[in-house]
């Protein structure tokens, strides 16, 4: 019998290794300029946050973060509906903009278009709105750029990008980046609405090479691409009153790319311990199932339904877990925060241990 091989995101085109050195190359001239401003203007953070923080004076800071669909965008041209995916530029952004304790308010979008689609533009518009309104954030600006040359899709005359920035508001007191963060704070988790917008090239990969966009699953009540369409969560009304509550949150994290590995994006050294995970949405089962995706690559692409991370002090987790509910979000603990120099993440049910942008058995 032949042995199925495994699917990895390197042969699914993305080499996140050979992504790693060129950003370290881009940031040896690029962040050289944070130091050109210094008092109103300046750079509170450094360079691997979810979010930086621009002095605004008088105690104010401005938080920035940029981002974009990726590739989720190809699966919108293959179901040629496109009314979701600025859903997903808002969520993306805003979802950012909360891990350094600010409020999201306001984002400007840049659209690259091969051909100028007045119905395509409008459908991509519906999208954003929505994701605004969610989000309470206006929606300021943008650029339509038509770049015929430069934008490739799957569907001619449909190729597009979408890329967002946004913009919150934040104290300097108050910016959030775990510098507190004590042995023993507890990890909550908030569910993903499924795939969010990361891994969607490995995704692809493995069910067009399988089956059709359009094939309905059972366990998923729908298309698989109609699945990985489904928008990513917006957590701003929950967090905002986790953070407007008072509650002393250590940390915020988005679990986006690199999944858990996400947790070690702090200024603390410490490590983190999950004990417990919700089962994953089918989404993710079918994914590792068709594809073969071992463990260690499954946890390191996907979000495997949980979306977004908080970490605080034992005695208030159960308030952010009801305050979660009240947005009819579930949230769970996950497990707790050692001492730790190196940074490891253990997820215990999966017998993993994460360093370095890697899972290991």
């Known amino acids: 019998m032949k042995v199925q091989e495994s699917v990895t995101y390197t042969k699914a085109g993305v080499d996140t290794a050979k992504v790693d050195i060129g950003l370290k190359r881009l940031l040896a001239h690029v962040g050289r300029s944070l130091t050109f401003r210094t008092n109103i203007g300046s750079v509170k953070l450094g360079?691997?946050?979810?979010?930086?923080?621009?002095?605004?004076?008088?105690?104010s800071g401005l938080a920035v973060a940029t981002d974009g669909v990726g590739t989720k965008i190809l699966i919108a041209q293959m179901m040629d509906k496109y009314d979701s995916v600025g859903i997903d530029c808002?969520?993306?952004?805003?979802?950012?903009?909360?891990?350094?304790?600010?409020?999201?308010?306001?984002?400007?979008?840049?659209?690259?278009?091969?051909?100028?689609?007045?119905e395509l533009l409008e459908e991509i518009g519906k999208g954003l709105l929505k994701g605004a309104e969610i989000a309470n954030i206006t929606i300021s600006g943008g650029e339509i750029a038509i770049v015929k040359d430069m934008v490739k899709g799957v569907r001619k005359n449909r190729e597009f990008d979408l890329v967002g920035t946004a913009v919150g508001t934040v104290s300097l007191d108050k910016i959030i980046v775990g510098a507190n963060i004590q042995e023993k704070d507890v990890i909550i988790g908030l569910s993903s609405?499924?795939?969010?917008?990361?891994?969607?090239?490995?995704?692809?990969?493995?069910?067009?090479?399988?089956?059709?966009?359009?094939?309905?699953?059972?366990?998923?009540?729908?298309?698989i691409g109609a699945e990985l369409?489904?928008?990513?969560?917006?957590?701003?009304?929950?967090?905002?009153?986790?953070?407007?509550?008072?509650?002393?949150?250590?940390?915020?994290?988005?679990?986006?790319?690199?999944g858990f590995l996400n947790l070690t994006r702090v200024k603390s050294d410490v490590g983190f311990v999950i004990e417990y995970l919700p089962e994953a949405p089918p989404i993710f089962t079918l994914l590792q199932k068709r594809g073969n995706?071992?463990?260690?690559?499954?946890?390191?692409?996907y979000n495997m339904g949980i979306g977004f991370c908080v970490i605080l002090p034992e005695q208030e987790a159960e308030a952010a877990i009801e305050i979660a509910g009240r947005h009819k979000v579930d949230a769970f603990r996950l497990g707790?925060?050692?001492?730790?120099?190196?940074k490891k993440v253990i997820i215990k049910p999966a017998k993993l241990c994460g360093q370095n942008g890697q899972f290991y058995k």
Do not use: W
């Open 293 to 301: 995706v071992t463990d260690e690559e499954m946890f390191r692409v």
């Open 47 to 59: 360079i691997g946050y979810f979010a930086n923080v621009i002095d605004l004076g008088q105690g």
């Open 229 to 258: 369409l489904e928008p990513t969560h917006i957590y701003v009304p929950e967090i905002m009153e986790m953070i407007n509550s008072n509650l002393d949150i250590k940390a915020l994290m988005h679990i986006t790319g690199d």
């Open 90 to 118: 808002i969520a993306m952004n805003v979802n950012d903009i909360l891990c350094v304790g600010a409020e999201p308010i306001s984002l400007v979008d840049y659209i690259a278009l091969c051909e100028p689609d007045p």
């Open 336 to 342: 707790y925060v050692v001492k730790d120099p190196d």
């Open 193 to 223: 609405s499924g795939i969010h917008s990361n891994g969607l090239s490995l995704a692809r990969h493995i069910f067009l090479k399988t089956g059709a966009i359009d094939e309905h699953f059972d366990v998923l009540e729908k298309t």
